[in-house]
């Protein structure tokens, strides 16, 4: 498994089914950033969500630009950015849809919870 208490970059299709598969089998919680280079909530917020990989290690944190991995975009239905992707065992449970630091900070908590 990556590294806790970090964000990583899936910047290939090998990397996130990889990434995907050891979550799901460590029945990890997966939060995904969707995210964009040119998008400028996106960058606001990136720190945040590298708080929360160090605030939350027991949950997996990736983070997947649009453009590069335009399928994995596809498959989750990504309209707007930044949205976030709750996943647990290869399920999608959850979205979040904007740079508001309190409502990914609740989703996250409720989810690891469970």
């Keep these: 498994m990556a590294e806790e208490g970090a964000v990583i970059g899936c910047h290939t299709m090998d990397e996130y089914n990889h990434q995907m598969q050891q979550a799901k089998e460590a029945k990890k919680l997966?939060?995904?950033d969707f995210?964009?280079?040119?998008c400028g909530p996106c960058r606001v917020i990136a720190p945040v969500f590298a708080e929360f990989a160090k605030k939350y290690p027991h949950?997996?944190?990736l983070?997947?630009?649009v453009d590069e991995l335009k399928t994995v975009a596809q498959k989750w239905q990504?309209?707007?950015m930044p949205t976030f992707v709750f996943v647990k065992e290869g399920n999608g449970i959850d979205k979040?849809?904007?740079a508001k630091k309190d409502g990914i900070q609740k989703k996250i908590e409720l989810h690891a919870a469970c």
């Design 30 to 32: 997966v939060v995904i």
């Design 63 to 65: 983070k997947v630009d």
């Design 35 to 38: 995210t964009a280079s040119w």
């Design 78 to 80: 990504i309209e707007a």
């Design 59 to 61: 949950v997996v944190f």
């Design 96 to 98: 979040f849809v904007g």
